[in-house]
């Protein structure tokens, strides 16, 4: 079984529509991260969570937002998705003082 | 100009040939450096893993650090097709963010 997982793994969707992607991790880490790959713009960092109370801002925050529900789940949210937001998205966990990080399948997002 | 710099390729080489993956970075506060290894529709998974500057091996795959120049390397010995991939490199300061190179399209032939 995997160890973190990812739903959708595809979603079309449409212009101003609210769209949430899921994570969830079996591995008891503390740490989660949400990121979008882009063709030619590797992955870039949106939010990450060093605990169930603790939320931060990456480098392209603007148009999103999280909830960690839990420590075992962390989910990312598309208030009114814009094409631009088309992408590939990837969670990822790691535990506290250490810095492998341990990605998701992905979740791939069509915004028409 | 971008933090971590990194040629997206494709790079194509014959099965067996030796393969030689680069990253450049702007930021000397990188500390940790790393190889990630992506397959189609896979999320990327750790390759390998440095914090210091010189070489390190792992069976046919040595990361190189110069933290001088601000190079990194990884190199691919007797490479496989099953090798073909994207190959990212991603750095990290004090404050646990990964930066991630745009990665680099690795196409072994038979």
């Known amino acids: 079984d995997a160890d973190v997982t990812q739903t959708p793994r595809n979603r079309i969707t449409k212009t101003g529509k609210r769209i949430m992607l899921e994570c969830s991790q079996t591995k008891g880490h503390d740490r989660m991260y949400w990121y979008r790959q882009d063709p030619g713009l590797g992955l870039r960092l949106i939010y990450y969570s060093f605990d169930v109370k603790d939320i931060n801002k990456g480098e392209i925050s603007d148009g999103y937002s999280v909830s960690r529900q839990a420590q075992a789940k962390f989910s990312l949210s598309l208030e009114s998705a814009i094409p631009n937001q088309t992408a590939l998205y990837f969670c990822a966990t790691t535990a506290s003082g250490t810095d492998t990080q341990y990605f998701g399948p992905g979740t791939r997002l069509t915004v028409l | 100009q971008k933090e971590v710099e990194q040629d997206p390729g494709p790079l194509s080489v014959p099965e067996g040939a030796i393969v030689s993956l680069n990253c450049t970075y702007s930021?000397?506060?990188?500390?940790?450096f790393m190889w990630y290894r992506q397959y189609s529709r896979k999320g990327p998974e750790l390759l390998m893993y440095?914090?210091?500057?010189g070489n390190k091996e792992d069976g046919r795959f040595t990361a190189q650090v110069d933290k001088s120049s601000k190079y990194i390397s990884l190199f691919i010995r007797d490479s496989q097709p099953s090798d073909s991939a994207t190959y990212l490199c991603a750095m990290m300061d004090s404050s646990y963010k990964l930066i991630f190179g745009s990665g680099t399209r690795l196409l072994v032939r038979p």
């Open positions: 930021n000397s506060a990188f500390q940790y």
């Open positions: 440095t914090y210091s500057s």
